[in-house]
């Protein structure tokens, strides 16, 4: 009945039900809890209420990466069930459920921590990702399949590709993948996109995650175009003689100054229990140099290049077109022990707080010394970071950001038990981080939020041949508007029922539309900060 993290034992809840016939006891569910409470007019605490355990927010990076894809896919497999309506559309439910069922467990207080043995995230933990990794790639690749092959696809000559907006609101899809140059060996590799309107789109090859492939002709494609909410857009491979301007670097080199990597001496044990900070700092890595890797009509990387001790890494800048944040990439080998990486950045036009994004939530912390957790965002002035995996952030002083990469510490030390070296140490070794920065930002919080999940949240593509199937299909178009709104959730529950959840980062209250295949289907009021779901 009861564990360590605070279930009762079986003798604690025959005591609560005694308790009924004197008291109104009710069994509930959380939700209920949570409206109950925001009905009653109880006295509200600002502020911090405690800071436990700081090191749980960076250590053991992976588990945080996996989780964060895996819910990342369950949220685009949700939505292309509701879009579609296909025969299968009760056992995709059913499997997504289930999926959800086994995700949910590695949210448990020691194990998205990072706090457990280090064969527990190798043995089981990580299989539970990518069971529902599988199940939910599976359901968006068989859908939107079935939605390309009844797309007008007369114009595919040489094949092409479908690319798919999951979110409500519009936005500026990105699309890169491993595939074929020349696949009919004409001689010349795709440079460009059509649309069955004849309208161009720029395609660029980059560098691919091998040099070999099947055929002479092989690369990673890259595009970039507009997407409208819930969108979907199918493009043709071609070739032309048109010529585009390419992207640059200016960007990338505007951004490089107000960059660093501070390394810090981590003596904490697993949680960093009892610590405000991770350690004091000792030193930044140099930067070895620049590199000018690729630079097209789509996108540019610039590769830097940096050394600490015996470890060499590398953080690549892509500027992609008609994006504004530039998209980094970190690989490297880290061999330091007991030390946190950070990645640093120098804030302009500093308000003295940061604002960060936390559990469907909008945060604004004055800065302190502490060590502070956030997903999907944390922004300090005009500057700041977007990334769906869980992280942690400090402030050391007014202009600077600091983005808590990885922690090389002993896997589950718990203080003041000294660990005995068999569980060698989380992060060390070969290190893969992805994230995006951005820069000269003066909007609002709302606006924030538009461009974190369109980074976070993009676009799916899939391959398809030309066929002869136009209209055998149909599907929804959602759209959510004001298109700051934060869906954190669209779906056919297991009820049948429409089900959104919905979040509000402005500072006032809005009227939402949910508009499908564009009629109203419903408007609601949502406070500021307010989270609601919505059964249509």
Known sequence: MGDHGGGIYERQLQWLLKLGNEYELKFSTLEEYFDVLDASRLPTVAGEHTHHA?????????????????GSKLFKAEKIVLQTGFPDRSQDIKNLYDAWEELLFNYFHDV???????EAYEKEIRDICGVANKISTDIIER??????????????????VLLWNPLPQSTRGIAQFETFCDPNALGSNFNCLRDQSGRVIPLQWIRAATSFGPGKAWGRAAFTDPLAASGVHVYAY???????????????????PRLRFEVLADGNDTWAHGAKSLGKTLGMAELLGTEE???????????CKYRWALSYFQLDLFAWKGVPEIEASFTGEWLEKRTALKLALTAKNSTGEVVSGQAASLIRRAIDECEQ??????VLGDCGIFTDTLHSYDTPDR?????TLFRTVSYAEHAPNLPHGDESFADWGQQRHRFWIFSDFTGAP?????????????????????TDNHGLATWNHWEIKPDFIVTTAQRVNQDGQTEFHLFNPAARPVEVEIACNDKVVKRVSLTSGGLKKLIL
């Open 399 to 403: 202009e600077t950001l600091r983005l």
């Open 446 to 466: 709302e606006e924030i939020s538009r461009q974190v999940y369109q980074r976070l949240l993009g676009c799916e593509h899939l391959e398809i041949t030309a």
């Open 238 to 256: 071609g070739r032309t003689d048109e010529t585009f301007e390419a992207v640059g670097f200016s960007r990338q080199y505007a951004l490089l």
């Open 373 to 378: 957790p956030f997903i999907d965002y944390a």
């Open 112 to 118: 998205y921590s990072g706090t457990c043995i280090r």
């Open 54 to 70: 700081p090191g749980c927010y960076a250590v053991v990076s992976s588990i945080k990466q996996w989780m964060a894809d895996s």
């Open 143 to 160: 859908n939107l399949a079935r939605i390309g092959s009844s797309l007008r696809s007369d114009f595919l000559t040489e094949g092409g």
């Open 293 to 303: 890797m690729e630079n097209g009509p789509v996108v540019s990387r610039l590769r």
